[in-house]
């Protein structure tokens, strides 16, 4: 299995995580509003989209944060190795990119490295590196999760980053159910992805029927990678990427991971104890505004809703 030799949290989101800058202070935003990370320029983001060179054999895992990326890619990693677990932190074989400017993607995965390359992705479909992903030779997994628990996923990880002032939840969520936050709108993102499902090379999984089956979903993506499986390493694939084995696996090649947190739960429904009626209505309006044309249904843990 390739490697790149990439740190697993880029230098300038460390500082942030350790207060040395504030998270909150200034971002770049790409056309439609689309709030970046502090640090990352929304010229490389636009250079990664019109010049990274895409190999039919490349594998992206991509969704909006919060929703599955790692653990998905997780899976891709065990299926192409046989089952066996990783022997190296997870970002130094498949590096999320979308921090990263196209000098540093080309180091890492450039045209020297072998084939297949692994790589994760946040930003909506109109931004995907390399370009319109129904046009592209590769491969793209796409996960969607339902927005009120990525809401609180989110919030809870951006909470560790040093703010200007206090983030509560109560502003937090408007911002979120705005767009206002980084990545934009969850429910942009997912219709980006939604309206180009049917293309053969897009492969579209829901978070929650991943956790209540995940043999199936071992299923789903292997075949889709074009991989002949017996149904017992499906099996075992599946038992040692629970998000628990997985965490412990990634923890152990960096110590970042534990300290921030960004390998949480994976719980359904932990938006429960943070949702109140109205915050409910809130969101549901917007899912409402934005994906009521779709077929697609979030379920949200105890209860489903459109």
């Known amino acids: ?12 989101m460390e500082k942030y995580l350790a207060g040395e800058m504030l998270f909150d202070q200034k971002f770049e935003m790409l056309p439609g509003g689309i709030k970046l990370f502090p640090g990352v320029k929304a010229l490389d983001v636009l250079d990664l989209k019109e010049k990274l060179v895409i190999r039919s054999s490349d594998v992206f895992v ?3 944060v919060r929703s599955g990326t790692n653990w998905i890619m997780y899976i ?14 997870l970002d130094s074989i498949a590096p999320c990119i979308d921090i990263m400017k ?6 890492c995965i450039g045209h020297a490295m072998e084939s297949p390359r692994y790589m994760k992705h946040h930003y909506p479909y109109d931004h995907v590196a390399g370009g319109p992903p129904h046009q592209s030779p590769a491969k793209y997994i796409y996960s969607y999760r339902n927005p009120r ?12 980053f040093a703010h200007k002032s206090p983030l509560t939840w109560s502003k937090y969520l408007d911002d979120f159910v705005d767009g206002n936050v980084v990545y934009g709108s969850p429910l942009d993102n997912i219709r980006g992805w939604w309206d180009h499902k049917d293309s053969p090379n897009i492969l579209m999984l829901s978070y929650e029927r991943m956790k209540k089956d995940p043999v199936g979903a071992v299923q789903s993506i292997s075949t889709f990678l074009g991989y002949q499986l017996s149904q017992k390493l499906i099996e075992e694939i599946a038992a040692n990427s629970r998000i628990d084995k997985m965490k412990m696996n990634l923890e152990s090649f960096n110590s970042a991971l534990t300290k921030y947190k960004f390998v949480r739960k994976g ?20 899912v409402k505004e934005k994906l009521g044309e779709t ?12």
């Open 149 to 160: 628990d990525v809401a609180v996923s989110w919030y809870l990880v951006e909470k560790q």
């Open 62 to 64: 991509t969704s909006y």
């Open 295 to 306: 077929d697609i249904v979030f379920d949200y843990g105890d209860t489903i809703g459109a």
């Open 76 to 89: 891709v990693l065990l299926i192409a190795n046989g089952g066996t677990p990783l022997e190296k932190d």
């Open 267 to 286: 719980a359904v429904g932990e938006w429960h104890n943070y949702f109140g009626p109205e915050d409910i209505e809130k969101l549901d309006a917007a």
């Open 102 to 107: 196209l000098i540093e993607v080309e180091v």
């Open 1 to 12: 299995m390739a490697g790149v030799g990439l740190k697993p949290i880029s230098s300038h």
